[in-house]
């Protein structure tokens, strides 16, 4: 996504196009890992040192409400956020933390008596256990 696209989806999603969130946005658009708040605020700083704490996670939190961005919660450890455009479940190592994309593919929605009054907007999928480098190998023979 080049830096016309990223303004234009800030634009798209009500935000104005600061500095800051600016950086945000196209540090996380350039990431296949999911990095917690402490990490972009790192990145971002290094690239722009007048980038505060505070301008960074409320800008996290502005664009995860304005849906351009997923916060992925894990038990235990900070969360995650991820910018990937396309749709898709994750994966949460029980073990390193590590979170993992998963395709996406249809979850069915719950019967509306289950959710009582609930509105329901989105149903995404957390996998949680080992991940590949975590899980035990097999004995070799």
């Not at 038990?75 to 993992?100: K, L, S």
Request: proline share 5%; glycine share 6%; aromatic share 6%.
């Amino acid at each position: 996504m080049d830096a016309a696209e990223i303004k234009k989806a800030l634009e798209a999603g009500g935000l104005r196009c600061t500095p800051q969130r600016y950086a945000v946005m196209a540090f996380l658009m350039a990431q296949n890992s999911h990095p917690t708040a402490a990490e972009i605020f790192a990145a971002v700083n290094r690239v722009d040192p007048r980038s505060s704490r505070a301008t960074t996670y409320n800008n996290l939190r502005d664009l995860v409400q304005a849906g351009l961005v997923r916060e992925v919660a894990a038990e235990g450890r900070a969360a995650r956020f991820d910018a990937t455009g396309m749709r898709h479940h994750h994966f949460i190592c029980d073990r390193c933390g590590g979170v993992e994309d998963v395709e996406w593919y249809a979850v069915p929605k719950p019967a509306s008596r289950a959710l009582g009054k609930r509105v329901l907007r989105e149903c995404e999928l957390i996998f949680r256990g080992l991940c590949a480098k975590c899980a035990p190998r097999p004995a070799s023979r």
